[in-house]
């Protein structure tokens, strides 16, 4: 497990500011308007060079939707996002994106995310020529690099998509996105679909080419153990809001917010009981984003709500030098530790 | 090479290739096979709708000539015309429904409606009154049938496209930076290559049955053209007693729309990206 508070001191390279997207809402012509959902409500966050910051929370809380946005290829509707201190939001898409060519995404399914007609050669190929990095000879040395970098060798250049293994996809996926040389890589679910071994052993290429290639992670995942061994900081959402925010270590030790207490709780475990006392209390399902509760989202499944919480959205406070939580009762619950 | 391993397993698909392979290579080699190439255009009135013999095997229509050799020769203009009418309808049809599938908005709904206007029209209607128009010939039926047959390429692409531009290799290939150009005909197209020449190779059958009915309709080919359509046209008078006339000529048009169709079908069930092998 790593552990550590955000990167000692390294100036931020991504940051966000007071994001909020809506997502669909629409008024056709002579019919009853929709209103649009709120995926990201107000969310705020640095990125550190080096670091590894993991975006959790249950699906459709709005991560993926997050992630999206800092790539540019998805337009907030407010809020700026910074690259190198620079703004790089309030642009068109195609824009948005050009100026933020130094992040990178890759996707959650990486057998869908690649054309079915292409070689893996071709298709790696293909970003460099989109990008216009070096000449034939230049780009086929560097993709035989790249495809030894991920662990798979020069004779999958001729190979197709569905001719690969899971584990071999999420390989050619990695590579095609880190020859485009990007600092910042967006990992969707980096993971899912795999069984455990090939996880490890794909956990284990994402943290060594961070190391070689100095790359900074925001990984996105409701896998809480894969989190934990690979991320230094820990955001959890809940219906678009950033909950809790702090060093994976002191997340998953000292949970701050009912709801962060409530997901590692419900994270399955091979020990019998080791259930956090207390925590399992979650109530119903996650509301409908179209209609939040107000105050609080989370009031009503929570175990410690009181009428209180109804009457404003808690914004982030410090819990700790580098931990922040959104919640107006946090010192009210105690610190339980638990283990994953 | 498994995609011809599998082809070659299915026996009517097999078939289908074998007839438009012999179609086509009568109509390149027409002039050489056909035993009395002049008949094209000749008549030798005593020789009038003499039954199939050793001379004639086909026998001869009634201005005497060898219907061998127009059945023969009138390959070489059913063929041009289901190319032709194919060939223009696709070149309209398949960017159109790449673009309107690809885009959202008013480009996508304007462009999928006049397609559906195009496509509300009827075939044979609008063959009729653009000979009307421009008087019978090859050329307005040409015209007609590639007026009312691209829609259906637009059709097919456009779904496909719709389909494609929301999966996730495309929304991927947008994320590393790709332009609209590449990703349209380097990915979308590609993807959504294999419903369309299955649709162009029945296409192709269904127009020559179509041009061939012009024909007879003498809306299409003119006399002395060795057109099929035309020769079952112009046998009508002399049947049942010189049955030859009409026959073989009736013969090359079902054998060639049927070689086309079998070969559609059988292009159908192959064409999967699945069956691209490295190896």
Request: with cysteine; aromatic share 6%; charged share 20%.
């Amino acid at each position: 497990m790593t552990t550590g508070a955000r990167a000692g001191g390294t100036a931020s390279i991504l940051e966000a500011r007071d994001l909020e997207v809506l997502l669909g809402g629409r008024q056709r012509f002579l019919g009853t308007a929709v209103p649009p959902v709120r995926a990201v409500a107000g969310v705020s966050l640095t990125l550190a060079a080096g670091e590894t910051l993991g975006l959790v929370g249950e699906s459709g809380c709005g991560k993926t939707t997050l992630g999206r946005v800092l790539l540019g290829i998805q337009r907030e509707s407010a809020g700026e996002v910074l690259l190198d201190g620079r703004i790089v939001s309030g642009m068109d898409r195609a824009d948005a994106r050009k100026s933020r060519n130094a992040i990178q995404y890759v996707h959650q399914d990486a057998g869908a995310a690649l054309d079915p007609w292409w070689s893996i050669g071709g298709i790696l190929d293909e970003g460099l020529r989109v990008h216009g990095l070096g000449d034939a000879v230049a780009r086929h040395e560097r993709i035989d690099r790249m495809l030894g970098a991920v662990g798979l060798d020069a004779s999958f250049r001729l190979r197709y998509v569905h001719e690969l293994s899971g584990g071999q996809l999420r390989r050619v996926a990695l590579a095609r996105i880190l020859l485009l040389e990007p600092r910042i890589v967006i990992l969707d679910e980096p993971t899912s679909g795999l069984d455990l071994s090939v996880q490890a052993t794909v956990l284990r290429l994402i943290q060594d080419l961070k190391a070689r290639l100095g790359l900074t992670y925001l990984l996105i995942s409701h896998d809480l153990s894969v989190v934990q061994r690979i991320c230094d900081r820990v955001a959890i959402m809940y219906l678009g809001r950033i909950v809790e925010i702090g060093p994976a270590a002191q997340v998953f030790a000292a949970p701050r917010h009912p709801y962060t207490r409530t997901l590692l709780a419900a994270a399955p475990r091979l020990v019998p009981g080791h259930e956090m006392p207390g925590a399992n209390l979650i109530i119903g399902d996650p509301p409908s984003a179209r209609h939040l509760p107000p105050g609080c989202a989370f009031h009503p499944r929570c175990a410690f709500g009181e009428s209180k919480c109804t009457e404003a959205v808690p914004r982030l406070e410090a819990a700790g030098a580098v931990h922040e939580v959104a919640c107006r009762r946090w010192r009210a619950i105690d610190v339980v530790p638990v283990s994953i | 090479m498994l995609v011809l391993k599998k082809f070659a397993k299915d026996k009517p698909a097999v078939l289908g290739a074998f007839i438009v392979l012999i179609v086509v290579v009568v109509a390149i080699f027409a002039p050489l096979l056909a035993p009395y190439p002049g008949d094209a255009a000749a008549s030798h009135l005593l020789l009038r709708l003499k039954p199939p013999s050793a001379a004639h095997p086909f026998g001869t229509d009634n201005l005497g000539r060898d219907i061998l050799s127009r059945v023969i020769l009138g390959s070489r203009g059913a063929l041009a015309i289901a190319l032709l009418v194919v060939g223009t309808a696709m070149l309209i049809g398949v960017p159109l429904g790449l673009i309107a599938g690809y885009s959202r908005g008013w480009l996508s709904e304007t462009n999928m409606r006049i397609t559906d206007v195009f496509l509300a029209v009827p075939q044979l209607i609008l063959a009729l009154a653009i000979a009307q128009l421009m008087g019978p010939s090859l050329q307005s039926a040409m015209l007609a049938l590639t007026l009312t047959y691209w829609p259906f390429f637009t059709r097919i692409v456009y779904a496909e496209a719709r389909r494609l531009s929301a999966s996730l290799f495309i929304d991927a290939l947008q994320c590393i930076g790709a332009g609209t150009t590449r990703i349209l005909f380097l990915h979308v197209l590609p993807n959504c290559i294999s419903p369309v020449i299955v649709r162009a190779t029945i296409g192709m059958g269904f127009t020559i049955l179509v041009a061939a009915v012009l024909g007879f309709l003498g809306m299409g080919a003119t006399p002395p053209d060795p057109d099929w359509g035309l020769a079952i046209s112009e046998s009508r008078q002399y049947l049942p007693e010189a049955w030859w006339f009409s026959t073989f000529p009736g013969l090359a048009i079902f054998l060639t729309v049927l070689g086309f169709n079998l070969l559609g079908d059988g292009l159908r069930d192959i064409v999967d990206p699945r069956l691209r092998r490295s190896r």
